[in-house]
């Protein structure tokens, strides 16, 4: 079978705040899937305006003033549909041709990080409207302990980030295939965990590695 015959993955990459996403990201493009269709989008696939206009700065997410309660509610659900189009418009299609599409973040970012998007705790929610959108092939999860991401970021402080580490491990779906990986070792060994999941998923990579 040649290898346009074959479909390709959704992956997602989340973790906190310094666990590498954007790293490992690249590696990973640069790696496994070397050779391959690849895109990759920043949490969002892009329907709706950037926040602030593309004026706000973005190197302190967690700065911002979180919207009031009901504008942040109708936020989550205005890119719940966002993301719904975008997955049967973007994603879904481009797998179906062959392609990798690479997520940074995902849709349970806005459960763990609110903030980070100027929300309100809105888990609940988050997690309902969740369920109504299609899973990635593979969710893998940065994690590591908190001195060690704090160490290379400095946007949250310790104890925001070990929560975050607890709640990625909490927020999850059951039925959400998902690695998770430690971010301690050097970036190399972190991706080689992945790429082997990546090749159980699909196989006929190793091959053209080969």
């Known amino acids: 079978m040649s290898r346009r015959a074959h479909r390709g993955l959704v992956i997602t990459v989340a973790g906190p705040d310094g666990s590498g996403k954007t790293s490992f990201c690249e590696a990973l ?19 709706l305006p950037a926040r602030g206009g593309g004026t706000t700065d973005t190197t302190q997410p967690h700065a911002q003033t979180p919207y009031p309660h009901g504008a942040s509610e109708a936020k989550v659900f205005a890119l719940w549909g966002e993301s719904l189009v975008g997955w049967l418009r973007t994603a879904l299609p481009f797998v179906r041709r ?8 995902g849709w349970y ?7 980070r998007y100027r929300l309100q705790p809105h888990g609940g929610l988050v997690r ?3 369920r109504l959108l299609p899973t990635s092939d593979l969710l893998v999860v940065l994690e590591g302990p908190a001195e060690l991401l704090a160490s290379r970021k ?3 402080t310790e104890e925001e980030l070990a929560r975050q580490v607890d709640a990625w491990r909490s927020i999850v779906p059951r039925r959400q295939r998902s ?5 301690s070792p050097p970036l190399a060994d972190v991706v080689s965990r992945a790429s082997v999941e990546v ?9 053209r590695n080969m």
């Open 29 to 47: 493009t640069a790696g496994v899937l070397r050779g391959e269709n690849v895109r990759r989008i920043h949490h969002r696939f892009g329907g």
């Open 98 to 105: 062959g392609g990798f599409l690479i997520i940074e973040r």
């Open 109 to 115: 970012d806005l459960a763990v990080d609110p903030t």
């Open 128 to 130: 309902v409207l969740g």
């Open 154 to 156: 400095d946007e949250c």
């Open 179 to 183: 690695l998770y990986v430690d971010v």
């Open 199 to 207: 090749l159980r998923l699909a196989p006929w990579l190793n091959r």
